[in-house]
């Protein structure tokens, strides 16, 4: 037999039985389990530091999971920014089973406390948040939601494992799309949720995702896992070319703000400070002076950042985030959002000095 240093991928979809009827290393149908996942899974539950990992074939995939795990009449608070499709799933899915929630600033704790109710099961946290990336205390809200019996979940795909770690400030899951920063390609699309210890929940997580089968493909496990040996190395990187170019342009003239956690004038600094480490992550938001038409004029004008969705490739991108979320955006018409990639900075830097002149 040949040694490979790179796992195989796996592709058979079905396994042999010995005579006796048992199943080596109990791998018996590909749904329930495949080599290739529990490679990944073991990546992610180490990365994140939980006991439990389940990978899904896409974020949203994740993210459902946590919501079928909870039980009719249960309540939820989500953030008011929270990412788009996760309101979608709760407004035109989830309420049809019963399950309720409620929208909330994350960044008042004062305010988190007065939503909780008798019925409150779940907190879900975005931080930092798409696309105004307003922070949450992670430790707070872990108290008040030990004060009511409720589980805290974070939603770490922006920040990554490099930067923040939820399970160890107290949270119970973390999720991820991990179609960003772990595939980090822009060529997988793949979720991702980390359970701190294996308890009643993240058993029955566990089942949703066996026994309802949003499970990712052998090449997708494969493709993730490859992503996960460089994360380190990738997101580093992005995070300190966001910093400079986050400070380029904050003390730019065709500039009015920037929304970076990284930069003093962020009104959770020193939130960041204590809550992330090694950086403040890869995602920005810059407002140009003007109007949402000058603003989409300058995305248009820039050279190496891509019009496109999605973030944590290793290719610059650049959105009008407004446009892509549609009627009914809290979004600043003058905002893009800005993912970095593993460009130069210099390069990225003279790419905007170039579109806010013309
Ligand atoms: C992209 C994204 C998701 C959804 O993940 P998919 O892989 O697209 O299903 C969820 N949360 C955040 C913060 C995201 O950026």
Not at 141 to 161: E, F, L, R, Y
Not at 277 to 300: C, H, I, P, T, Y
Request: include cysteine; proline fraction near 6%; glycine fraction near 8%.
């Amino acid at each position: 037999m040949p040694r490979p240093v790179t796992e195989p991928i796996y592709l058979s979809t079905t396994y042999r039985r010995n005579p006796d009827g048992s199943y080596d290393d109990g791998y018996i149908y590909s749904r329930a389990d495949n080599p290739n996942r529990r490679t990944l899974e073991k990546q992610l539950a180490e990365l994140e530091g939980g006991e439990t990992a389940y990978a899904f074939s896409s974020g949203m995939a994740a993210i459902q999971a946590m919501f079928l795990a909870l039980k009719t009449g249960d309540h939820i608070l989500i953030p008011d920014d929270a990412y788009y499709n996760v309101r979608l799933l709760l407004d035109e899915v989830m309420t049809q089973w019963g399950l309720q929630h409620s929208i909330v600033d994350m960044s008042d704790t004062a305010a988190i406390r007065a939503a909780c109710r008798p019925a409150t099961k779940l907190i879900w946290l975005e931080t930092p948040s798409n696309p105004q990336l307003k922070l949450t205390d992670i430790s707070a809200v872990v108290d008040i939601a030990g004060s009511v019996g409720a589980k805290v979940a974070v939603d770490n795909t922006w920040p990554t494992p490099i930067h923040q770690r939820p399970l160890d400030l107290g949270a119970d899951f973390v999720v991820h799309s991990s179609t960003k920063y772990f595939g980090g390609h822009s060529d997988v699309l793949g979720g991702a949720l980390v359970a701190k210890v294996n308890d009643q929940m993240a058993e029955k997580i566990g089942r949703i995702q066996h026994v309802g089968g949003a499970v990712p493909s052998p090449m997708d496990c494969y493709l993730v896992s490859r992503g996960l040996q460089t994360l380190g190395l990738r997101v580093r990187r992005q995070s300190a070319t966001a910093g400079e170019l986050a400070t380029y342009l904050y003390g730019h003239p065709e500039i009015e703000d920037v929304r970076y956690p990284g930069l003093e004038s962020h009104p959770q600094h020193a939130l960041a400070r204590i809550q992330m480490k090694d950086g403040f992550g890869a995602m920005l938001s810059v407002l140009v002076k003007g109007d949402g038409q000058r603003a989409r004029e300058v995305a248009n004008t820039l050279n190496h950042f891509t019009l496109a969705t999605s973030l944590g490739g290793v290719e610059s991108l650049v959105e009008h985030r407004r446009s892509v979320e549609g009627p009914g955006s809290l979004t600043p018409d003058n905002l893009l959002r800005l993912s970095i990639g593993i460009e130069p900075v210099d390069t990225l830097i003279a790419d905007w000095q170039h579109a806010l002149k013309g």
